[in-house]
Structures are given as structure tokens and as C-alpha cells.
């Protein structure tokens, strides 16, 4: 007789556990995943090399202003090629703010002109106002 109340006991138990775990069944709530978090944008408002070096790159400006080609052994590029899009538009800009390259430009155009020459790209959503 103890085989069969052993037998009976943990088909009840089993039973119960598994009318436990669908207990709410009609209405159960669906859980809501969690909100992706806010995508980060990254807003750098200093250069990381020092901007009194970029005043090698008014040579460049002045060589490209003029239609002269630029020398491969320019300075100027080589101290952007670390950086990415943004962070070399940072510092440049940073430069001219600064009145740093110590020469008149025409900021929409020549920022561009100099970017390009370096194989760098401004952002779409950055501008360089003085």
C-alpha cells in the first residue's frame, strides 16, 4: 500500500505544480521589454592634440588657396591622420576659434578644402561658426 500512496502524492504534487505555473493563463500580462536606451552622441568640445600645431596646416591652406600642389612632406595631415571625422573637424576648428593658423579665411570653404586634403570628412551635423 505505501508504493500507491507514494504514487498518488507525486502525481498530485505534480499536478498542482503544473496548474501553478499556468495559473493566470487567460490573463496573464505580457511583460514589456525594457526601453533601448538613448543612443549616445558623442559631443567633444576639445581637440586631444595640442592645437598650436596646427599651425603648420596654414601652409598647407595657403599651397591649396593657390592651386600649388602640397608636398608629401606636409605636416599638417599627419597630425589629423589619428583622428576620426569629428575629432579632426573639432580641432581645426578649435584652431581657427583660436586665430591660431594666424591667417584670414573663409571658414565654410577653406575648413572643407582643408578636411579633404587631409582624407578627412566634416560630419553633416557639425559646423564650425566662429
Not at 591660431?100 to 579633404?116: A, E, M, R, S, Y
Request: aromatic share 4%; proline share 14%.
Amino acid at each position: 500500500m505505501a508504493p500507491s500512496k507514494l504514487v498518488l502524492f507525486l502525481a498530485l504534487n505534480l499536478a498542482l505544480h503544473a496548474a501553478a505555473a499556468h495559473a493566470c493563463a487567460p490573463y496573464c500580462p505580457t511583460p514589456t521589454p525594457p526601453p533601448p536606451p538613448p543612443p549616445v552622441v558623442p559631443t567633444p568640445s576639445t581637440c586631444s592634440i595640442d592645437t598650436l600645431k596646427l599651425k603648420v596646416c596654414a601652409n598647407v591652406l595657403n599651397l591649396l588657396k593657390l592651386n600649388l600642389p602640397v608636398p608629401e612632406n606636409e605636416e599638417c595631415c599627419p597630425l589629423l591622420s589619428g583622428l576620426a571625422n569629428l575629432d579632426a573637424s573639432v580641432c581645426l576648428c578649435t584652431a581657427i576659434k583660436a586665430e591660431i593658423l594666424g591667417i584670414k579665411l573663409n571658414v565654410p570653404v577653406d575648413f572643407t578644402l582643408l578636411l579633404n586634403q587631409c582624407r578627412k570628412t566634416c560630419p553633416d551635423n557639425f559646423t564650425c561658426s566662429i
